[in-house]
């Protein structure tokens, strides 16, 4: 198995990097007050902090608002096609393991048209890292609704408001069975700074939903979980080891009633911290996961955090392993002799005529 890290990308001694050398020549044109801006802001400064040259880190981005991601970071990178970026990037980190790959796609690019790309790449476990921005409609081409969007909602293609049931990003990603799944914010800069570094050192398979606002089609989607007054009733951190609280008073908990999550009170008047759900994001189980994923506004909070980190050897280090034992078995390694060897022939002018 490989062991190709972080660690091992980084070259000794380590570039001394700041956010202006991952800040390109491009104009940023994204709309003023977009959440883009806030993402792009924490990435560039995550970059820096990891150390890794710029040479050896990639971005691959579909087609949509948050896909002009690689004209913004000075790196190598890719503007592809629509949904198409998950199988892009699998093929570069397949033919170069030693790359850092990243995937800047949105709610609609890769949960519509690239769904299946997206649920594959993940199902493989391929070392790439997924950012998907997540706003719950389609900005680019000005406000229909997206596979996000909540039943109800009123768009240019849901006059009379959406009826289909939302996909839930973080649900999909553990059900395709990712091993590192997380959920931040575009506002919260050092929390989603935070889950860009475990996702770097992550090998394998990563994927991460950044909760982000449009300003101009769909203002507010997250603004419960965004309010800093809102905050703390409304979203509740998930810490590895810690039991689930929440609220302004930290006053609240969610315990398993059966196999029901629920609400209770928490403290002198209420339950006790053992009886509370505790998070435990490296179970080989997904299901405690795929629970907390499920866990939506308005009669829960929004989990935050890490949701499930496991260790399995990802695909490129697999197909690398793979072609390094055949290379071993070859009884040959001169490729002339093995396209001419077995039942061959020779055309002549006689065998012609």
Excluded at 75 to 89: E, K, L, M, N, V
Excluded at 206 to 223: K, S
Excluded at 318 to 345: F, M, S, V
Aim: aromatic share 8%; hydrophobic share 35%.
């Amino acid at each position: 198995m490989s062991t190709e890290t972080v660690d091992n990308l980084v070259s000794a001694p380590a570039p001394k990097y700041t956010k202006k050398d991952f800040v390109s020549n491009q104009t940023v044109r994204w709309c003023p007050g977009c959440g883009d801006y806030a993402v792009l802001n924490a990435f560039q400064k995550s970059l820096a902090d990891l150390g890794i040259p710029r040479e050896k880190l990639v971005v691959v981005s579909g087609i949509g608002c948050s896909s002009r991601f690689p004209y913004y970071v000075n790196t190598y990178g890719f503007h592809s096609i629509h949904g198409r970026a998950p199988a892009i990037a699998t093929g570069l980190k397949a033919a170069r393991p030693e790359l850092s790959v990243w995937v800047a796609t949105g709610d609609g690019d890769a949960l519509s048209i690239g769904g299946n790309h997206l649920l594959h790449s993940m199902r493989r476990n391929v070392d790439i890292k997924v950012l998907l921005f997540n706003n719950r409609i389609y900005g680019l081409t000005k406000g229909q609704y997206s596979p996000t969007s909540e039943v109800g909602k009123r768009t240019k293609t849901t006059p009379y408001g959406s009826i289909d049931r939302p996909i839930h990003p973080i649900s999909v990603a553990l059900a395709a069975e990712a091993t590192f799944v997380a959920r931040s914010i575009d506002t919260y800069g050092a929390h989603l700074r935070e889950i860009i570094d475990r996702a770097a050192h992550h090998k394998g398979s990563a994927f991460i939903e950044i909760l982000q606002n449009c300003v101009i089609f769909n203002d507010g989607a997250f603004a419960d979980v965004e309010d800093r007054k809102l905050r703390e009733e409304k979203s509740v951190s998930l810490k590895h080891g810690e039991p689930l609280i929440f609220g302004a008073g930290r006053d609240k908990g969610i315990r398993l009633n059966g196999l029901t999550p629920e609400i209770v009170p928490v403290g002198e008047r209420g339950v006790g911290e053992k009886e509370l759900l505790h998070h435990d994001e490296h179970s080989n189980n997904p299901s405690l996961a795929y629970l907390l994923s499920q866990l939506h506004a308005p009669e829960f909070p929004t989990p935050i955090g890490v949701f499930r980190q496991i260790e399995e050897e990802s695909y490129d280090a697999a197909l690398h392993r793979q072609i390094d034992e055949a290379r071993k078995a070859a009884k040959t390694t001169d490729l002339d002799e093995l396209l001419n060897r077995g039942d061959t022939w020779e055309v002549s002018a006689e065998t012609r005529a």
